[in-house]
């Protein structure tokens, strides 16, 4: 949470009053927009009481990834992609089953996946205006545009040649108090508080002692929570979530909390940290099911602002904007 906040969690009571937004991104099929597609398989996942967000990651299997390229899949891919539960990571197209000699198994369902296209030429950038103003600065100058793909689950497929064996699959995992320690130009961490709180005015993290949580991993769930929220100061990423909050209920808040939610479980999915430590309560769920079905654009926007964080803290650099969803 932010400091001064009350809770952490979204408050279900609060009002819906997120403004509808025009659907912004491109047909890909009849059906709707990329966010409206997007947004509609999060909604079915939480209306069956999953939260993508919160979902307990396979430390065994990994992080989800294209097959052919072997690329990771990042931003709001990998929630719609690990919310379905399969034990292999490893996700294709459909031309990419026939062109490793397979198939996909009549009757399967694909899962969509978004990547961002940029728009190369001046006269289609003013064709097809995109302001997406969640996009990150460098991404937002460069004009993409949201496209639709459709994968499968190497277990939908049949008859694949030269999958990689499973026990090549698991990634190095890090330590996840090291995540926290080489965070560039990390936030001071103040321990022994009475609640975990960022404080954007004073640039530090505040924690209550480590023996209050009831198990590791809801301690580092926490401090990644947190260090997402720092990771928005004006002095790192400058997100305006975070920077132009207006407190507790307003719009950016609950945004911001959103993105804090997402990060910490991308940094707990690179830390092998599984277990979900929050209840999905209904009201919880409730409370975000009103929020997406008024903004079409939330939870793309929020996921995509969390992968930036988490690559932040990370100090990773972003894949290629034009292609930074990895698909190939
Ligand atoms: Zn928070």
């Known amino acids: 949470m932010i400091e001064n906040a009350i809770t952490t969690t979204l408050d279900p009571s609060l009002p819906s009053t997120l403004p509808a937004t025009a659907s912004l991104g491109r047909l890909s099929k009849p059906g709707g927009s990329v966010y ?18 919160r979902k307990p990651w396979n430390a065994k299997t990994g992080w989800p990834r294209n097959l052919v390229s072997n690329k990771p899949y990042r931003g709001v891919n990998v929630l719609l992609l690990h919310a379905m539960q399969y034990q292999s990571p490893f996700w294709l197209t459909f031309k990419q089953a026939l062109e490793l ?12 996946v978004v990547f961002w296209k940029s728009l190369t030429s001046a006269k289609s950038a003013e064709a097809n205006p995109v302001k997406e103003a969640w996009l990150t600065p460098e991404t ?6 949201a496209r639709l793909y459709w994968v499968f689950n190497v277990s ?31 936030p001071a961490i ?17 924690m209550p002692p480590r023996e209050v949580f009831s198990t590791e991993d809801a301690f580092f769930s926490t401090i990644f929570h947190e260090h997402i929220h720092a990771s928005g100061h004006a002095t790192r990423l400058n997100r305006p979530t975070l920077t132009e909050s207006q407190g507790f209920g307003s719009d950016p808040y609950c945004k911001e909390e959103l993105i804090a939610e997402m990060g910490a479980a991308f940094l707990c999915g690179h830390a092998g940290i599984a277990e979900s430590t929050m209840t999905d309560s209904a009201a919880y769920i409730q409370g975000w099911l009103e ?15 969390a992968q930036h964080a988490a690559d932040f803290i990370l100090g990773r650099t972003p894949e290629s904007p034009t292609n930074p969803e990895g698909i190939e």
């Open 291 to 305: 929020k997406l079905q008024n903004d079409k654009s939330l939870v793309v926007s929020a996921a995509a602002q």
């Open 36 to 53: 409206d597609q997007i947004t509609s398989q999060i909604i079915a996942l939480l209306e069956a009481g999953t939260v993508p967000w």
């Open 190 to 206: 103040k321990y022994g508080l009475r609640s975990a709180f960022y404080s954007p005015s004073e640039d530090f993290v505040g």
């Open 101 to 112: 000699g397979g198939h996909v198994r009549k009757g399967e369902k694909a899962t969509p």
């Open 156 to 186: 939908q497929c049949e008859n694949l040649k030269n999958i990689p064996p499973l026990s090549a699959q698991t990634g190095t995992l890090a330590a996840p108090m090291a995540i926290v320690e080489n965070m560039p130009k990390r």
């Open 140 to 145: 937002n100058r460069r004009r993409m545009m």
